[in-house]
């Protein structure tokens, strides 16, 4: 079942979520292009009755001492903490190619007469959003009219920019748990004529944010826990397409079209194992060591597992390997196995060794539902917890196996000069 080679993920489009109280930005340039993506934390709230409906503006400087507008965000309404869509901008657009050309990025609360409330700046160069001197670079967003009043303004935000100059292709697999009677309204997998049943809404809410992060949006998609036909030989890593050789599904909308054609056509059947589909996706990370390739393995479930022992084993191998898992459960079960395999508090460990790296992140996805359970009340902050552990599990597999990040831009050469090289 190849997987490899098929849709190529810029890493560095994962900004870390661990500080609070900033902007987040990751940037990468791909040919003549950059990708960016920012989300915000505590901004001033300018709204009277509301929060802030905050976008950002970013300006070319010019010789001549002023700024050209080159991009401007959508707007994110009724919050403080946005999280604005990845962008992509010609590199040119944003320095004419000069990687030392200032950038000025402003940022405003929206309002419906036109009379945005101005929020704060900073400025920056392509050359600083590219060369990520350290991990984590913060720049102060500040009001200059506040600051000239209040003796105690310090900011109105901060920035921090995450720039990995790693150059890394990835790929996300989706792997659904199988078990109940579809037909029945008690289970999780029930096929309603009237609404998604939780499964597809996750599906459908995690692919979605995943999806904007793969160029071809093309995903491999396994199901386990099913006897499958003809002779119904029970499969933990099936593909929910039925095609062996191509298991990848075109966009959310195939995989959830995939989905539900598997609940027609096989039966589905425990015990729950893990390690399957967990060995599976690390079979072909192990092949791929170099750092030119990243799996991220994203397992929908709904808590029970029957091999825990094995697929502890299966997480201890796969945490040598460019690999991560996101396990999101649905439904309303206890999931103490699941926070077991997340690692977070107690590293995992089989038959005495302890994981390399900790490369599990578990999300409930109840918690982030109204309580109808049919809509998800934050988007972004499920984005956010879903993602949250990637960027720190990817940098740490690089430094493991002393994989350096790809050299900073080159000097700005205006036209018409050379550099000459000192012999």
């Known amino acids: 079942m190849p ?26 340039s791909l040919r003549d292009n950059a990708t960016m993506q920012f989300c915000a934390n505590k901004l001033d709230k300018k ?17 001549d001492g002023t700024f050209t507008i080159c991009h401007k965000t959508e707007v994110v309404k009724n919050t403080l903490n946005p999280v604005w869509q990845p962008f992509t901008i010609p590199v040119r657009a944003l320095c004419n190619g000069d990687y030392d050309r200032a950038i000025k990025v402003e940022v405003y609360d929206w309002d419906r007469d036109g009379s945005h409330d101005f929020i704060g700046e900073f400025t920056t160069s392509y050359r600083e959003l590219a060369r990520g001197q350290s991990q984590f670079n913060v720049y102060e967003v500040v009001n200059p009219k506040k600051k000239m009043k209040k003796k105690k303004y310090v900011n109105s935000g901060t920035l921090l920019l995450l720039v990995s100059e790693y150059v890394c292709f990835t790929k996300f697999l989706f792997a659904v748990k199988f078990s109940g009677n579809p037909s029945q309204s008690t289970s999780l997998h029930y096929m309603n004529p009237y609404q998604m049943n939780a499964y597809a809404l996750a599906l459908k809410a995690v692919g979605e944010i995943i999806q904007d992060y793969d160029s071809d949006k093309m995903f491999p998609a396994l199901g386990f826990g099913a006897k499958l036909p003809p002779d119904g030989h029970v499969s933990h890593e099936f593909p929910l397409n039925g095609n062996i050789e191509n298991p ?37 990370a192990a092949a791929v060591q170099d750092g030119s390739q990243y799996f991220v393995l994203l397992i929908i479930t709904d808590g029970v597992i029957s091999d825990m022992s094995q697929t502890k084993e299966a997480i201890v191998n796969a ?24 690692g ?11 994981a390399e790296r900790d490369i599990v992140q578990f999300v409930p996805f109840r ?26 599990q990817f940098i740490s597999y690089m430094k493991s196996r002393g994989i350096k990040p790809n050299p900073s831009p080159p000097p700005y050469t205006p036209p018409g000069h050379t550099h000459h090289t000192q012999i």
């Open 3 to 28: 997987i490899i080679n098929k849709s190529p993920l810029n890493f560095c489009r994962y900004s870390c979520y661990r500080h609070i109280f900033t902007i987040f930005l990751s940037a990468h």
């Open 47 to 63: 709204d009277f009755f509301g929060k802030s409906d905050p976008f950002m503006v970013f300006y070319r400087s010019n010789e």
């Open 248 to 284: 990848y599904c075109n966009g959310i909308e195939g995989i959830l079209e995939a989905y539900h054609q598997s609940l027609k056509t096989v039966q589905l059947y425990g015990p729950t194992n893990f390690a399957p589909v967990v060995n599976h996706v690390a079979r072909y």
């Open 319 to 342: 945490a040598k390997l460019p690999m991560s898992i996101i396990i999101v459960g649905v439904g309303q079960a206890e999931f103490d196995a699941m926070i077991e395999l997340d």
């Open 344 to 354: 977070d508090d107690i590293r995992i460990s089989s038959r005495g060794k302890l």
């Open 367 to 392: 918690d982030y539902m109204d309580r109808t359970g049919n809509h998800v009340l934050s988007m972004a902050r499920l984005a956010k917890d879903v993602l949250a552990e990637i960027p720190d």
